[in-house]
């Protein structure tokens, strides 16, 4: 049985004029002598996530798997920080991301290099149940080897979708912001939905995004709540801060009361 926290709050949003937020879930498992993170973020959320990995008793050290949906920067760059951990990436995404020259993409093409050598990175494809309780599924469209995973050791089962489907506006709409391959995408995201909807009650943990569960109406409701903003200096002292409140009055019918699940 495992313990499951989300440590870093996925956002679903995207600069206007400097490039991605890079604002991606990372999720926390713990159970049967297992420390696991689900994917581990960008370099802007290192100091949060030492924080909320402090707040949840967790030493870098103790992470004994780090598993990735995808080789892109804002979901695999900090897995250099735990150096005890075995990492975990599909073997179709390790390939070709280690494949694909430098370019003005979200691959960090020095850390690929660094998953490809490393000693302590193991691949796995569609179907492995590669760890107790978590199983893996092939969702290609946005990278060609991004993967899905399904977590039942749990009282609730949860899907973690990556970016395969990175927010609820992906999900109802089965059209994907950023995708190598429309088709794929669609694909993938009909997966997602037959696997959310195989048992109810299943909690979706998305790329960039709340967790959702489906309502009665058979429609995504956000458990939790959403908290991102940005302070700016835009005057003459650094005391002189203006807040920046990234999130608008949440409408009511979206959000559901999360049932303990123990995350």
Not at 35 to 63: N, S, T, W, Y
Not at 227 to 253: G, K, Y
Request: charged share 20%; hydrophobic share 40%; glycine share 10%.
């Amino acid at each position: 049985m495992y313990r499951v926290d989300v440590l870093i709050q996925g956002f679903p949003g995207k600069a206007v004029c400097h490039g991605g937020l890079g604002w991606s879930t990372v999720t926390l498992i713990r159970g049967g002598g297992k420390v696991m993170l689900l994917d581990v973020g960008a370099f802007g959320i290192r100091k949060e996530l030492a924080k909320q990995l402090r707040a949840h008793g967790v030493a870098p050290d103790d992470v004994t798997d780090v598993v990735l949906t995808h080789a892109h920067y804002d979901h695999a760059v900090n897995f250099t920080l735990f150096p005890s951990a075995t990492v975990w990436i599909g073997a179709q995404e390790l390939a070709w991301a280690a494949d694909q020259p430098p370019g003005f993409d979200p691959l960090p093409e020095l850390y690929v290099r660094e998953l490809r050598c490393s000693p302590r990175v193991r691949t796995v494809v569609a179907g492995d149940e590669f760890l107790p309780g978590l199983r893996t599924f092939a969702a290609p469209g946005h990278t060609p080897g991004h993967l899905i995973f399904l977590l039942d050791s749990v009282p609730v089962p949860m899907l973690f979708s990556g970016d395969a489907a990175k927010n609820r506006a992906e999900l109802l709409s089965r059209e994907v912001d950023t995708t190598g391959d429309a088709q794929a995408s669609r694909a993938s995201i009909d997966l997602i939905w037959r696997h959310w909807e195989a048992i109810p009650g299943t909690i979706l943990v998305p790329g960039h995004d709340l967790s959702m569960v489906l309502g009665e109406d058979g429609r995504p409701r956000y458990l939790g709540e959403r908290r991102a903003a940005i302070t700016a200096w835009f005057n003459e002292s650094l005391s002189d801060e203006t807040a920046i409140d990234l999130c608008p009055e949440p409408h009511p019918a979206l959000f559901t009361r999360l049932v303990d699940t123990g995350n």
